[in-house]
């Protein structure tokens, strides 16, 4: 079946198109205590990740979550993946927000979310007790990744998965019968704020599969590749094309250990493909010519290189020589374009259509145009299409400001 073909409009049809495909294919590989000398490697197949979100998404909904907004805090991790697509594909919004924002910002952006419940990280812990602790806040349910069993206030992902698990087996349906409506907020982003207050971007399922399908007619990943997850994926160009592309692709996705760690991954996994920043990639092809310099060794390329065959680079200008260095090692190249109120790739290479430092050509199914050029055509990008945000949350004043003849 050519998955290319189908009309994919919200995350459910996401993850059955992905499971259904190939359901025993491994979605994640992952090392369960990688600090450890010898980890152990975790796999989880197809199968078992969505059976997953429907248990955690049937606990959450027996906590009486339907309809309400949930906070997503920590780690590129498989049970953020879980706790993502349980929460949405329950008709919940999630708000997956920064793991390294200082403890005040992150507790006024819970607050400002209006979230009920917090999946998190442990490292967050005092500021979430602090939350249930404040009687005015509207948040009843903080939920652990890290611990085994409930403790106190705090309930534990796995005891809550296992709840979820048990309820679907003794013939809970209240998952199945959840109607999605495809084009209500289904994702809270707040954007990085360094100009001003940060504002909450609203983007549906409608939006972000759109923006996954449109996306794959131009970057060709498959049931055999192995994308690296390393990018903060609270922000939506990891979330989106490592994630969500990769889940839809059929493809394995493997977390990295730390930045430290990224070039011993690249080869432990045999990652193929890689989404990245340039300082990322400009860091790892100086480093590669620093060691082949002063180890006159060729066969570092090789080493350096592995079974990584595409790089995707967004988010800022890449320097042509690295661009032009890694096409030398047999590693293509496409870059691209977006913003997070586009769901966000508005523009990439292909292929066949590129050029060293080009942000390549407009998604298929989007419009740009550039308003009010100068004499240079310089001027403020315009998009608009099917992935364009529903508008900023409780701001009418900036959402009208930015939105303009938006489509229906």
């Keep these: 079946m050519n998955k290319l073909n189908e009309n994919v409009v919200n995350f459910r ?21 990688f600090s450890e000398n010898l980890p152990e490697i975790v796999k989880i197949k197809y199968c078992d990740f969505k059976n997953d ?17 949930i906070v997503l805090v920590g780690n590129n991790s498989y049970k953020w993946c879980v706790s993502y697509l349980a929460i ?40 979430i007790e602090k939350l249930l602790k ?51 907020m289904t994702a809270m982003i707040f954007t990085s704020g ?11 399922q409608y939006n972000i599969c759109s923006n996954v399908v449109s996306f794959s007619h131009y970057a060709k990943v498959t049931k055999d590749d192995t994308l690296l997850s390393f990018l903060p994926i609270h922000h939506t160009f990891e979330c989106t094309a490592t994630f969500l592309f990769g889940l839809y692709s059929g493809a394995k996705v493997a977390f990295c250990d730390g930045l430290k760690h990224l070039q011993n991954n690249l080869k432990e996994y045999n990652v193929s493909v890689l989404f ?15 060691d082949i310099n002063e180890n006159k060794e060729t066969d570092l390329i090789s080493k350096f290189k592995g079974n990584l065959r595409l790089v995707l680079c967004g988010s800022a200008p890449l320097n042509v020589d690295t661009i032009h260095g890694f096409n030398d090692l047999g590693i293509e190249f496409i870059q691209g374009y977006g913003l997070t109120e586009a769901s966000p790739i508005v523009s990439a290479e292909t292929y066949n259509m590129k050029k060293p430092g080009s942000i390549g050509l407009v998604l298929d199914n989007l419009d740009v145009k550039i308003e009010n050029p100068d ?6 990008i315009t998009v608009k299409g099917p992935s364009v945000m529903i508008g900023y949350y409780n701001n009418k004043k900036e959402t009208n400001k930015v939105l303009k003849n938006r489509l229906a």
């Design 13 to 33: 049809q996401l993850i059955d198109i992905a499971e259904r495909g190939d359901p025993n294919h491994i979605v994640y590989e992952f090392k369960k205590n």
């Design 53 to 69: 979100i429907v248990s955690l998404s049937t606990a959450l909904l027996d906590l009486g979550l339907e309809g309400e907004k």
């Design 88 to 127: 949405t594909t329950g008709n919940m919004v999630v708000v997956p927000l920064d793991k390294l924002l200082p403890e005040n910002e992150l507790e006024l952006l819970i607050k400002r979310s209006g979230a009920t419940a917090i999946i998190f990280e442990n490292k967050h812990r005092e500021v």
């Design 134 to 184: 404040q009687d005015s806040n509207i948040v009843k349910y903080a939920i652990s990744i890290d611990i085994e069993n409930d403790e106190n206030e705090i309930k534990s992902f796995d005891c809550l998965l296992e709840k979820g698990k048990n309820l679907v087996s003794s013939g809970d349906n209240r998952y199945d019968n959840i109607v999605i409506d495809n084009k209500k």
């Design 194 to 204: 360094t100009t001003n207050t940060p504002k909450a971007v609203m983007l549906s």
């Design 276 to 290: 990245a920043v340039p300082l990322v990639l400009e860091t790892m092809y100086k480093k590669m010519q620093k």
């Design 375 to 380: 004499i240079n055509g310089v001027g403020e």
